[in-house]
């Protein structure tokens, strides 16, 4: 007799997103007319910048040639030439030594933060942030590192650690001993961002208890402020506690091509239960190459686009359109009456539900009355409730649409 995982069967609910698309298009079956306007799940509508595009084809006309043809990517982490790129662009352009061996190349960073705890132990006590994208909490429970649900939506066995408006919605300290923490800054879903003196805290912290820090960095391209950090490896430290995780879905509009990437220093160190060393850099690795054949050479080709001169102003040029959106919706949100967080270095809009309206509830209400797509603050956890997110990833006139219909209920 076959048996199921029974920790997949604690999950309390579907996954969010696809909550929302059922939602949806059930609205949309039962109203075809209504012109919905989606500002829900952060999905991009820019296409690809023409520099990407140009690689890519080049890469396919490559792909189509015997003595150039590609097949496995070798080990599975990426083409040095990709490496390479990251690891100047992204990291010494900002002070931060890294070697390329310390470069992981994937198909994204949700499957990359899903995946990690995968190398750890079971008896890992885990600490989130709440509100918090779902991922991080849903695999730790198909894992088997929670216990139950409870009725507001968490898990026993979870560390929940509040982001709120009082403390900026930075998470405090947790008052109790944990081992893997999770981190997105800027945040999803609040639009938080964090300073280079609230990540040392925490970086001080891992160093302390030997914990590790897994750093969700899929929106750092849409900070402005010259002050603020990029990556948590711009912290005295991290390198010996944190893992880093990186996007190109939002940044170069990757969400239906699929890159992104992880970075494992070799200076972090996991523990056996005896006490001794491991290197998480080698496991990660011998992770992959068991699991993942790497990504496709055309994919990586388009990745490597994206730092070229041309790449980098054409996508500077979409990110410019996305905060503008933001920008846009903060400002008529804020004429509205509404509390607005976020948006300024980050992609998000959280705002508060008018007069404490459930953030479900709103979510109805604005698809029926607005016709508009947003995601419910409760879908994020428990802290998430009486909270509600937008996304500037659409086009400025559809943004401005729906702020004018939002106006009008």
């Not at 006309?61 to 150039?68: H, K, N, P, Q, T």
């Not at 690891?87 to 931060?96: A, H, I, K, L, Q």
């Amino acid at each position: 007799m076959i048996n199921v995982n029974e920790n997949y069967l604690k999950l309390q609910a579907g996954y969010l997103f696809p909550e929302i698309g059922r939602r949806v298009r059930a609205f949309a079956a039962a109203n075809p007319d209504a012109a919905i306007i989606k500002l829900g799940i952060g999905d991009v509508t820019e296409p690809l910048a023409p520099a990407v595009i140009e690689a890519m084809h080049n890469a396919v006309d490559e792909m189509s040639r015997a003595e150039s043809f590609r097949g496995y990517d070798g080990d599975g982490v990426g083409y040095e030439f990709l490496r390479n790129a990251i690891v100047e662009n992204d990291f010494r352009s900002r002070g931060v030594d890294l070697d390329i061996s310390e470069v992981f190349a994937s198909d994204g960073a949700k499957c990359d933060t899903g995946n990690f705890q995968e190398i750890f132990a079971l008896g890992n006590i885990v600490a989130v942030t709440d509100p918090v994208y779902p991922v991080y909490v849903d695999t730790n429970v198909m894992a088997g590192r929670t216990g139950v649900g409870v009725g507001s939506g968490g898990y026993e066995g979870i560390v929940y650690m509040p982001c709120t408006a009082e403390n900026g919605f930075v998470p405090d300290l947790p008052d109790q001993d944990v081992d893997m923490i999770y981190l997105c800054f800027p945040n999803n879903p609040t639009g938080a961002v964090a300073t280079k003196e609230q990540l040392k805290k925490w970086v001080d912290y891992a160093r302390r208890r030997k914990a590790i820090i897994l750093f969700d960095a899929a929106y750092e391209a849409f900070i402005s402020d010259a002050d603020l950090p990029h990556s948590i490896y711009e912290i005295e430290g991290a390198k010996e506690v944190a893992v880093e995780f990186r996007s190109f879905s939002k940044t170069a509009g990757f969400t239906g091509v699929r890159f992104g990437y992880t970075v494992v220093p070799k200076e972090l160190k996991a523990y056996n239960a005896d006490g001794s060393v491991a290197d998480v850099n080698a496991l990660w690795n011998r992770r992959q190459c068991t699991k993942f054949n790497g990504v496709s050479y055309i994919t990586q080709v388009g990745a490597a686009a994206v730092y070229s001169a041309d790449g980098k102003r054409q996508i500077q040029q979409t990110i410019d359109l996305y905060m503008s959106n933001a920008a846009a919706m903060r400002n008529s949100l804020e004429k509205l009456g509404y509390t607005v967080y976020g948006g300024i270095n980050a992609p998000y809009i959280w705002l508060r539900t008018p007069d404490g309206v459930d953030s479900w509830k709103f979510f109805d209400l604005l698809l029926e009355k607005a016709n508009v797509v947003g995601t419910p603050g409760a879908g994020f956890g428990a802290a998430g409730e009486g909270y509600f997110r937008l996304s500037a990833f659409n086009d400025p006139k559809k943004v401005a649409e729906a702020m004018d219909r939002l106006a009008k209920i």
